[in-house]
């Protein structure tokens, strides 16, 4: 069989054929002359594909006219990753999303959400002026380390390892998170005391977790049926699951929908276009997105419409049918909760949807990621999208921003994230975190308090703690966490 490759990207198009159109399409070069193959990859992958690669003096298309020069070029730097970085364009402020892997056989792995990891999410946050940290247990997947450990949503540890979390050390402790075991302290809170309750060691394993999380209808908040659900990442094997969920909420009947995007930093895009169909029915076939390539790829631009049928994928990303999508007629606004991990795809959802119906963003600035990027592999007959032609001595792959993306009103100006509408911290309610589907949750109670026609006002969970302050967790979280991707074989059909 086939392997099935993937793009990463903020957004898909159907229809389009690709189409080389540059010095890229000669055979695999050989490496007379310089000694650094990766980096001639990346080099030419990056002159072709990069979003920015005008602003980038050493990505001129004219630094490989001379090949002594270029050859020196190339050999100036021994590491493929300092080379590849060294090409972005104001990397961290313009550029905060390129990146290459050393093994893009497990990138794909994770592109279906299969990884080593606890099952769980934690947020950080300072509670004391001495700089005391504790970690919240945010989301626990089912039938993971964590949920077999007996670790639940709103559980509170303050230490790894035996490490006690201070601002000082918070780097250097949470690293442990990074390895394949670690033993975390639970403590309880009561009265501005922390009490230790236990002690867990839990060991990663390879697991692939279901984004449906939780799903739930209001029976009458205000006279109507709200349906709410938790969804967690944009993956095209869950799309009949995602599927079946809307499945239950039309046989329900319900008027409203909160979506809880908190979690979701992305995933298939083509999986995001299906979720946007499902929740407006009435959207018809009309334009979802549009995006756009580089001046050498300005084939590729185009635009991607809402659907009435999806595509159903295996573990493996292998196509195993359609089903017509079960899309909500009912729906006049869509209720949002997110978070600053709420990224790319989701964004899209909100984006995307706006030219359609009001979209209330509840909940806490989502992370702002406007732009796409593509799995380039070092294969140069292909103009780098094949990853069954790639060169077999290495396998590197890179994700270079190669587009930008827009709705159907042209609008893309969300790099900052959307601000939300009703804004609701959930970490300052770090020692009262309620279960998903919790109506005194206070992100979910902020959004059906809102159906109810209840000014919504943001108050701080009651606290004898001198400072509550949430902490940057992205070190935490993995690269594929905000990335999106569709079919590789589209950019080869």
Not at 1 to 11: D, P, R, S, T, V
Not at 279 to 303: C, P, R, Y
Request: charged share 20%; proline share 3%; hydrophobic share 35%.
């Amino acid at each position: 069989m086939k392997k099935i490759g993937y793009i990463l990207a903020a957004f898909l198009v159907f229809g389009f054929t690709f189409i080389s159109c540059n010095k890229n399409d000669d055979p695999t070069p050989t490496t007379s002359g310089f000694d650094k193959p990766i980096n001639d990859f990346i080099w030419k992958g990056m002159n072709s594909w990069y979003n920015w690669q005008p602003n980038v003096p050493d990505l001129a298309n004219t630094k490989d006219d001379d090949q002594n020069a270029y050859n020196t070029f190339l050999n100036g730097t021994a590491n493929p990753e300092d080379f590849f970085y060294s090409l972005l364009f104001e990397e961290g402020t313009i550029d905060r999303f390129s990146w290459i892997v050393d093994d893009f056989e497990a990138l794909n792995r994770q592109f279906q959400g299969i990884s080593k990891t606890f099952g769980f999410r934690l947020q950080a946050v300072k509670i004391s002026t001495s700089g005391d940290i504790i970690f919240y247990v945010r989301y626990v997947a089912p039938n993971s380390p964590a949920e077999i450990a007996g670790i639940k949503r709103g559980d509170i540890i303050n230490a790894l390892d035996g490490v006690i979390l201070t601002e000082s050390n918070y780097n250097a402790t949470s690293g442990k998170l990074s390895n394949e075991t670690v033993t975390l302290s639970f403590v309880s809170e009561s009265g501005g005391i922390l009490t230790p309750v236990e002690d867990k060691t839990i060991t990663a394993v390879q697991l692939s977790e279901d984004p449906v999380h939780f799903q739930k209808v209001f029976n009458d908040i205000n006279g109507k049926k709200v349906g709410y659900l938790v969804y967690n990442g944009f993956r095209s094997s869950y799309n009949d699951e995602l599927n079946t969920a809307f499945a239950f909420f039309k046989n329900e009947g319900i008027d409203e929908l909160v979506l809880d995007l908190r979690l979701n930093g992305g995933g298939s895009v083509e999986t995001s276009a299906y979720l946007a169909s499902m929740i407006d029915a009435v959207a018809g076939t009309e334009i979802f997105a549009k995006l756009t390539f580089n001046a050498k790829h300005t084939n590729q631009s185009g635009s991607y419409t809402f659907k009435n049928t999806l595509n159903v994928y295996d573990a493996n990303g292998t196509k195993t049918g359609e089903q017509a999508i079960n899309r909500l007629t009912n729906i006049n606004q869509l209720y949002v909760l997110t978070s600053g991990s709420t990224a790319s795809a989701s964004e899209m959802i909100i984006n995307g949807l706006k030219p359609f119906m009001p979209v209330k963003v509840i909940g806490t600035t989502t992370y702002g990621k406007n732009v796409g990027s593509i799995t380039l592999y070092d294969s140069p007959s292909s103009d780098f999208t094949d990853e069954d032609s790639a060169n077999s001595a290495h396998l590197y792959a890179m994700q270079p921003i190669v587009f930008q993306i827009f709705n159907k009103d042209g609008e893309s100006d969300y790099t900052n994230g959307f601000t939300p509408d009703i804004e609701v911290k959930e970490f300052q309610y770090w020692n009262a975190i309620l279960p998903f589907g919790d109506e005194n949750e206070v992100v979910l109670k902020a959004a059906l308090d809102d159906i109810r026609g209840i000014s919504a006002k943001q108050e701080k969970a009651s606290s004898k703690f001198s400072e509550i302050k949430e902490i940057e967790v992205s070190k935490l979280e993995k690269r594929f966490d905000k990335e999106m991707y569709i079919n590789n074989e589209f950019f080869n059909q």
